[in-house]
C-alpha cells in the first residue's frame, strides 16, 4: 500500500472516533437538558436521515470533484455541527448536520480507494477500512463515555491556559471541545491526501435524472434472486444493529445500574464481538458459501432475548460479545455477495448508494419505533424481547423466500455469475 492509502486511513479513522464520541456527549447533553428519553434514539435517526435523503445525489457530488477535497469539505461540515452543540443550539439539529457532512463523505471515502489502488488490492484496503471502522467505534463510544465521565471531565476543566480565559464550564463543553480537535486532526490529513488525477468530466448534474438512475439500479437490486436476500439480510442487520446500541444503554441503566460513561464501554464490547465475528467470517466463509450463515441471524434475536434474565456484569459482558460476533459472522458474507452482486448487475458506487438507502432507511424505521416504544414507557426487557422476536421472525422469513428462489434458480449459478446485463 502506497503513502496516500495510509493517509485516508488516518482521515477516515480520527472522523468516525469523533463521530462515535460526539454521538455519546450528545447523549449526555439531552439529559443534562432533561429531555424526555423517547429523544436519545433520535440522535441517531437525525444523524442518518442525510444518507436516504441524500442517496441519489452524494455518488454524483463524490465525482464532481477531487476526493480528497470532498473528504475536507464533508469533515469541516462536522466541525460546524459539533461547534452547533457548543453553542447551544438542540443536538438533534447540530447531530442532524454531522449526519450530513457523514452522508457526503462516505462514497468520496471508498471511491477514492479505487483511483488510488490497482484492483487486486482494493478488497485488503476494504479490509482496513472496514477494521478501522470498527475500532473507532469501539475507541470513539469509550471515549465519549471517558470525556463524560465527572472526573475526567472535572480534570479537563481544571486546565489554565495562560492569558486565556476559555468559556468552557461543564463537563459537555469539555468533551466538544476535545472531539472538535479530534475532527482538526482528521482534516489535517485531509489536506494531505494526494489528489490521484481522475476526473469524471461527463457526471450527471441533473437531480431528476439522478434520482430515476437511482431508482433504475434500486428495482434491479431487490428483482435479483440473490441480490434481494443479502440486501434483506444487510438491512435488517444495520437497522437492527443502531437500534441495539440504545437498547444497551438503557439496559445497562436499569439492569445493571451503570451510569452513562460505563454503559458506553458495553456498546463497545458489543463492536469488540462485531469485529471477532467479522474475521473468522472473513477466514473461514467463502463467497459461494456465504448463503449458509443465515440461521445465525434467527440465533442472534435468541440469544439476545437473553440479556432479560441477566443482572450480573460478569454475566452481560460476555453475552454482548457472542451477541456481536454472531452479528459480524452473519452480515460479512452478506456485505460480500451484495457487492458482488450489486458490482455484476451494475457499477459498485451505484450499488453502495443503493446499499447504503436501504440500510439507513431501516435504520431510521426502526429507531422511530423503538423511540416510540420509550414514548409508551414500555420496560426495557419487553422491549428486548420485541426486538429479539423481530429480529429472529424477520431473518425466517428471509430464508424462507430464498428456500422459493432457490426451487427456481440455482443459487451457487448465480454467484458464479459475472456480466454485466446493462
Given at each position: 500500500?502506497?503513502?496516500?492509502?495510509?493517509?485516508?486511513?488516518?482521515?477516515?479513522?480520527?472522523?468516525?472516533?469523533?463521530?462515535?464520541?460526539?454521538?455519546?456527549?450528545?447523549?449526555?447533553?439531552?439529559?443534562?437538558?432533561?429531555?424526555?428519553?423517547?429523544?436519545?434514539?433520535?440522535?441517531?435517526?437525525?444523524?442518518?436521515?442525510?444518507?436516504?435523503?441524500?442517496?441519489?445525489?452524494?455518488?454524483?457530488?463524490?465525482?464532481?470533484?477531487?476526493?480528497?477535497?470532498?473528504?475536507?469539505?464533508?469533515?469541516?461540515?462536522?466541525?460546524?455541527?459539533?461547534?452547533?452543540?457548543?453553542?447551544?443550539?438542540?443536538?438533534?439539529?447540530?447531530?442532524?448536520?454531522?449526519?450530513?457532512?457523514?452522508?457526503?463523505?462516505?462514497?468520496?471515502?471508498?471511491?477514492?480507494?479505487?483511483?488510488?489502488?490497482?484492483?487486486?488490492?482494493?478488497?485488503?484496503?476494504?479490509?482496513?477500512?472496514?477494521?478501522?471502522?470498527?475500532?473507532?467505534?469501539?475507541?470513539?463510544?469509550?471515549?465519549?463515555?471517558?470525556?463524560v465521565n465527572p472526573h475526567i471531565a472535572s480534570m479537563i476543566l481544571s486546565f489554565d491556559f495562560p492569558l486565556f480565559d476559555l468559556p468552557?464550564?461543564?463537563?459537555?463543553?469539555?468533551?466538544?471541545?476535545?472531539?472538535?480537535?479530534?475532527?482538526?486532526?482528521?482534516?489535517?490529513?485531509?489536506?494531505?491526501?494526494?489528489?490521484?488525477?481522475?476526473?469524471?468530466?461527463?457526471?450527471?448534474?441533473?437531480?431528476?435524472?439522478?434520482?430515476?438512475?437511482?431508482?433504475?439500479?434500486?428495482?434491479t437490486l431487490w428483482k435479483d434472486k440473490l441480490g434481494q436476500i443479502s440486501l434483506a439480510v444487510t438491512t435488517l442487520f444495520w437497522g437492527a444493529g443502531a437500534t441495539l446500541q440504545f437498547i444497551v444503554l438503557k439496559w445497562a441503566e436499569k439492569s445493571l445500574h451503570m451510569?452513562?460513561?460505563?454503559?458506553?464501554?458495553?456498546?463497545?464490547?458489543?463492536?469488540?464481538?462485531?469485529?471477532?465475528?467479522?474475521?473468522?467470517?472473513?477466514?473461514?466463509?467463502?463467497?459461494?458459501?456465504?448463503?449458509?450463515?443465515?440461521?445465525?441471524?434467527?440465533?442472534?434475536?435468541?440469544?439476545?432475548?437473553?440479556?432479560?434474565?441477566?443482572?450480573?456484569?460478569?454475566?452481560?459482558?460476555?453475552?454482548?460479545?457472542?451477541?456481536?460476533?454472531?452479528?459480524?459472522?452473519?452480515?460479512?458474507?452478506?456485505?460480500?455477495?451484495?457487492?458482488?452482486?450489486?458490482?455484476?448487475?451494475?457499477?459498485?458506487?451505484?450499488?453502495?448508494?443503493?446499499?447504503?438507502?436501504?440500510?439507513?432507511?431501516?435504520?431510521?424505521?426502526?429507531?422511530?419505533?423503538?423511540?416510540?416504544?420509550?414514548?409508551?414507557?414500555?420496560?426495557?426487557?419487553?422491549?428486548?424481547?420485541?426486538?429479539?422476536?423481530?429480529?429472529?421472525?424477520?431473518?425466517?422469513?428471509?430464508?424462507?423466500?430464498?428456500?422459493?428462489?432457490?426451487?427456481?434458480?440455482?443459487?451457487?449459478?448465480?454467484?458464479?455469475?459475472?456480466?454485466?446485463?446493462?
Open positions: 500500500m502506497n503513502r496516500g492509502f495510509y493517509t485516508i486511513m488516518a482521515a477516515q479513522f480520527f472522523s468516525s472516533l469523533a463521530d462515535n464520541a460526539l454521538l455519546i456527549a450528545a447523549i449526555a447533553l439531552l439529559a443534562e437538558m432533561h429531555s424526555p428519553a423517547w429523544m436519545t434514539p433520535l440522535l441517531k435517526l437525525f444523524f442518518v436521515l442525510s444518507y436516504v435523503l441524500l442517496a441519489a445525489f452524494v455518488g454524483a457530488f463524490a465525482d464532481a470533484f477531487p476526493k480528497g477535497k470532498v473528504m475536507l469539505i464533508t469533515n469541516m461540515i462536522k466541525i460546524v455541527g459539533c461547534g452547533m452543540m457548543f453553542f447551544t443550539v438542540h443536538p438533534l439539529l447540530a447531530y442532524a448536520v454531522v449526519g450530513f457532512g457523514a452522508a457526503a463523505y462516505s462514497p468520496a471515502k471508498y471511491g477514492i480507494l479505487t483511483e488510488l489502488l490497482p484492483p487486486e488490492k482494493l478488497v485488503a484496503a476494504n479490509g482496513w477500512i472496514e477494521g478501522l471502522t470498527v475500532g473507532s467505534i469501539i475507541m470513539g463510544t469509550v471515549l465519549g463515555g471517558a470525556l468552557i464550564d461543564t463537563p459537555t463543553e469539555a468533551a466538544l471541545c476535545i472531539i472538535s480537535l479530534i475532527y482538526i486532526v482528521a482534516a489535517l490529513f485531509n489536506l494531505s491526501i494526494p489528489d490521484t488525477g481522475a476526473r469524471y468530466e461527463h457526471q450527471q448534474r441533473n437531480p431528476i435524472r439522478l434520482i430515476i438512475d437511482f431508482a433504475g439500479c434500486f428495482s451510569p452513562l460513561d460505563r454503559a458506553a464501554i458495553l456498546q463497545g464490547i458489543v463492536a469488540v464481538g462485531v469485529a471477532l465475528g467479522a474475521m473468522a467470517a472473513a477466514r473461514f466463509v467463502p463467497l459461494k458459501k456465504s448463503l449458509s450463515v443465515m440461521p445465525l441471524g434467527i440465533i442472534m434475536g435468541i440469544v439476545v432475548m437473553l440479556m432479560t434474565t441477566t443482572t450480573s456484569v460478569w454475566v452481560a459482558y460476555p453475552l454482548l460479545v457472542i451477541i456481536g460476533a454472531l452479528s459480524g459472522y452473519f452480515v460479512v458474507p452478506m456485505n460480500a455477495l451484495l457487492q458482488h452482486r450489486g458490482h455484476v448487475l451494475m457499477s459498485a458506487g451505484h450499488s453502495i448508494a443503493v446499499q447504503n438507502f436501504n440500510e439507513n432507511l431501516s435504520v431510521l424505521t426502526m429507531l422511530v419505533l423503538y423511540a416510540f416504544m420509550v414514548r409508551m414507557n414500555l420496560d426495557v426487557n419487553t422491549v428486548i424481547l420485541i426486538f429479539g422476536t423481530f429480529v429472529a421472525g424477520i431473518m425466517y422469513l428471509i430464508m424462507r423466500r430464498h428456500a422459493a428462489n432457490q426451487r427456481e434458480h440455482d443459487s451457487l449459478s448465480l454467484i458464479g455469475e459475472d456480466k454485466h446485463p446493462h
